[in-house]
Nanobody, 120 residues
């Protein structure tokens, strides 16, 4: 079984920073893509940033220049450094990972979500 556990959300004023972490654990053989998505009630979940196993990254336009995604492969952990936060960044942030288990099955996994609230 595989679990993704997020941490680091909270309340911050506009212009502030937060760092989200997501650690994968369990029956893991390898992790390919890792990423962060966010969702506001009533809206669809949207991509924020992705990072591949080799380190290449991609960002939503709303995140470019303000957010940085990184990963520590030794710790099976992905991070999202969020700077210059805006009220419109308020959402539940979800970690996502494409993981191959020791049984050589590959699936997409999600974390439980962490609330980020940016006050104006």
């Amino acid at each position: 079984q595989v679990q993704l556990v997020e941490s680091g959300g909270g309340l911050v004023q506009a212009g502030g920073s937060l760092r989200l972490s997501c650690a994968a654990s369990g029956n893991i053989f390898s992790i390919n893509r890792m990423g962060w998505y966010r969702q506001v009630p009533g809206n669809e979940r949207e991509l924020v940033a992705l990072i591949m196993s080799g380190g290449s990254t991609s960002y939503a336009d709303s995140a470019k220049g303000r957010f940085t995604i990184s990963r520590d492969n030794a710790k099976n952990t992905v991070y999202l450094q969020m700077n210059s936060l805006k009220p419109e960044d308020t959402a539940v942030y979800y970690c996502n990972a494409v993981i191959t288990t020791n049984y050589l099955t590959t699936s997409t996994y999600w974390g439980q979500g962490t609330q980020v609230t940016v006050s104006s």
